[in-house]
Structures are given as structure tokens and as C-alpha cells.
T-cell receptor, first 113, second 111 residues
Framework: EPEVTQTPSHQVTQMGQEVILRCVPI?????FYWYRQILGQKVEFLVS????????KSEIFDDQFSVERPDGSNFTLKIRSTKLEDSAMYFC???????????FGSGTRLTVV | DAKTTQPNSMESNEEEPVHLPCNHS???????IHWYRQLPSQGPEYVIH???SNVNNRMASLAIAEDRKSSTLILHRATLRDAAVYYC????????????FGQGTELSVKP
């Protein structure tokens, strides 16, 4: 069964550093998303991306965040200057045209120290 | 975004059926009812979705009330691997719509 792949599975970074979280969505999917889940809390929507541009973003997705699809397969989330409160699991998801189901990756655990 | 209400937690015995309820009294005609689950330390996983009619797939069944203000996810024979948080989510049927997760129902399964 096709999968959404996320790397790395765990990243530790120092406060103020930039991080890039990487995702390989399912190959024929057109819609891409990032969600995050702070430990013990609910899954929160960050951003959706379609046709090489952001289609929707949440209040969490401020100027410190950016997304990119640099080639035909990768989808990245960049946090420019990490804060302690950015520590969370980050999930990438994708969905296809005509498909109402979303496939999530296993997540990247980001720890900011 | 239309909201859903689910019990915080439920318990089941292994190999027994489980009925997970969800209330969505403000659902609109264009909202699909989706169920996802999140196993420990994993990303959410699609379970099933429906609009008006009851639905069955290999994982579960979805029973939708006639007025669509509530639905029930049915696991016919719970296994230990079904222990997870189950989310009932309304999704406006436009391509690429986001999922808004609530707290979900934490299902524990006893052997």
C-alpha cells in the first residue's frame, strides 16, 4: 500500500536554529498538508498546499514557517528560528484528486532544547 | 467548521463489538463524516467515511442517523491492535479541505 514517508523520525535542535522537515507524499497525490501534535494534545492543522502554492494556513503557521515542494517528490516544512514551544510531532499528509481520504506519515518528532 | 462531540474514553473486551458514538448536530448538507484513528506513537490513519448511507469496509462499519446529526463507528470484533484514539471529523467536500481534529475517543481493549 502506498505510504507517506517522513524524515528524519526524530530531530533535536537548539533554540534559534533552522530546521527542515521532509516528506515524500504518495506519488499521484495533488494535495499536501502539515499538521503538528504537541505531546498530550490534539492534532492541529498547519498548512495545506496545492498547485505549488499554499491554499490554506492556520494561525500557528506564522512567518517562521514555510513550505516548499522543491521537486516532483519532496514536500518540506521549514522552521526558520525554532522556539521551545515548537517541540512537537509533525505529520505530513497527502490526498489525491477525487479521493476523500488522507494518508498521513509516521511523523517527525522535533525536540527544541 | 462544524464541530463533533465524542466521549473521552471507552473500554471494550477483546473480540467483542465496539460502538463509538459521535454527535454532529450542526452538520451541513455538504459535510462528509470521516473517521480516523491514531495508534500510539503513529500518525492518524483513515478508517472510513460516509455522507448519508451506512458504509462498510474491511476495517469497520459506519452507521449514520437519518437526520445525520449523529453517527456510530462499529468495530465488529475488537482486537488489542484496535486500541487507539478514534476521531470523528466533518469534512466539507471540497478537494483539499483540511481535517480539524478534536480530542477523540480513546479506546482501550482488554484481553
Amino acid at each position: 500500500e502506498p505510504e507517506v514517508t517522513q524524515t528524519p523520525s526524530h530531530q533535536v535542535t537548539q533554540m534559534g536554529q533552522e530546521v527542515i522537515l521532509r516528506c515524500v507524499p504518495i506519488s499521484n497525490h495533488l494535495y499536501f498538508y502539515w499538521y503538528r501534535q504537541i505531546l498530550g494534545q490534539k492534532v492541529e492543522f498547519l498548512v495545506s498546499f496545492y498547485n505549488n502554492e499554499i491554499s490554506e494556513k492556520s494561525e500557528i503557521f506564522d512567518d517562521q514557517f514555510s513550505v516548499e515542494r522543491p521537486d516532483g517528490s519532496n514536500f518540506t516544512l521549514k522552521i526558520r528560528s525554532t522556539k521551545l514551544e515548537d517541540s512537537a510531532m509533525y505529520f505530513c499528509a497527502s490526498s489525491g484528486w477525487g479521493s476523500v481520504s488522507y494518508t498521513f506519515g509516521s511523523g517527525t518528532r522535533l525536540t527544541v532544547v | 467548521d462544524a464541530k463533533t462531540t465524542q466521549p473521552n474514553s471507552m473500554e471494550s473486551n477483546e473480540e467483542e463489538p465496539v460502538h463509538l458514538p459521535c454527535n454532529h448536530s450542526t452538520i451541513s448538507g455538504t459535510d462528509y463524516i470521516h473517521w480516523y484513528r491514531q495508534l500510539p506513537s503513529q500518525g492518524p490513519e483513515y478508517v472510513i467515511h460516509g455522507l448519508t448511507s451506512n458504509v462498510n469496509n474491511r476495517m469497520a462499519s459506519l452507521a449514520i442517523a437519518e437526520d445525520r446529526k449523529s453517527s456510530t463507528l462499529i468495530l465488529h470484533r475488537a482486537t488489542l491492535r484496535d486500541a487507539a484514539v478514534y476521531y470523528c471529523i466533518l469534512v466539507y467536500y471540497n478537494q483539499g479541505g483540511k481535517l480539524i481534529f478534536g480530542q477523540g475517543t480513546e479506546l482501550s481493549v482488554k484481553p
